[in-house]
């Protein structure tokens, strides 16, 4: 505990000094406002549960899943919209929320879907992922943004060209919106201090971020309960959950 002490005062230093952040977050930050993780997840084998639960996320986010069974993969998300739509922010959205009043340049990267960095009060959030509560027609490229839960019809279809509607997030095997993946790595080799907080830092190109932090000589700061592939290659580790460890951090 005195290590983690000793870290947490000369981390707290070097964000006191800071003037361009960039934090990326995963999964892991939203963990304590009751969102599952991805890697957390584990198949349900029973009876009762719907086909969906018995598939790997990484084997429903993908648009194989999706043109073979569109019904089957819309359920997973409106259960997932609907699981969301349930929960809050917690402590770690909202000390990024004060982090972001006090340095002059910061932005936010993140892999999460759910909204709740933007729902918090964070302002320049990039979603490299995507965002759940958007829709996008697979025929006409029509975006909208529908947060309704549960959804009226399943799979829902575009009421300008009657054709399928799909989440508006990025799935296995697709291309990261460029223009935001460009920006972040810009981002993230300008600043002087990087956050990454609880991403498993295995899906690339969004762990791309934190490495190419890393090989610029910036000050790169993991808050995680767990190591990661880039644990041994950060300039502190920061061991524990997010709701405790960014206020603690943060705090003026
Ligand atoms: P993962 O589910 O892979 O990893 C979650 C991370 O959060 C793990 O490293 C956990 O140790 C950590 N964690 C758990 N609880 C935490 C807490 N309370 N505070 C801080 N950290 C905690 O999620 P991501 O890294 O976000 O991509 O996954 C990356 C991408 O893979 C996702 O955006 C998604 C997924 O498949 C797509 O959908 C394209």
Redesign the pocket.
């Known amino acids: 505990m005195a290590a983690r002490n000793d870290a947490l005062a000369t981390v707290k230093q070097w964000v006191a000094e800071a003037t361009n952040v960039v934090v990326l977050t995963?999964?892991?930050?939203s963990?304590?406002s009751g969102v599952p993780?991805?890697?957390?997840w584990t198949p349900d084998d029973g009876d009762d549960a719907p086909l969906w639960s018995k598939f790997r996320?990484?084997e429903l986010?993908t648009p194989e899943a999706f043109a073979q069974d569109p019904t089957m993969v819309w359920e997973w998300y409106d259960w997932r919209r609907g699981l969301i739509a349930g929960t809050q922010p917690n402590a770690g959205h909202a000390a990024l929320v004060d982090l972001e009043r006090r340095v002059d340049r910061f932005a936010l990267v993140t892999?999460?879907v759910d909204g709740h960095h933007t729902l918090a009060g964070s302002r320049n959030v990039l979603h490299l992922?995507g965002d759940i509560w958007l829709l996008r027609c697979v025929d006409c490229g029509r975006e909208i943004e529908d947060r309704r839960h549960p959804l009226p019809e399943l799979p829902p279809t575009c009421s300008d060209c009657g054709g399928l509607l799909r989440p508006g997030?990025?799935?296995?095997g697709e291309g990261l919106p460029v223009d935001i993946l460009e920006r972040s790595f810009l981002l993230a080799a300008e600043c002087d201090l990087m956050l990454v907080?609880?991403?498993?830092?295995?899906?690339y190109p969004?762990a791309g971020v934190a490495l190419q932090a890393i090989e610029a000589g910036v000050t790169v700061i993991e808050?995680?309960?767990?190591t990661?592939p880039l644990s041994a290659h950060m300039t502190a580790c920061l061991t524990g959950?997010?709701?405790v460890v960014l206020p603690e951090l943060l705090a003026p």
């Open positions: 995963g999964a892991g930050i963990a304590e993780t991805f890697r957390g996320p990484e986010a892999q999460n992922h997030v990025v799935w296995f907080v609880g991403t498993s830092a295995v899906v969004a808050v995680n309960p767990e990661t959950p997010a709701g």
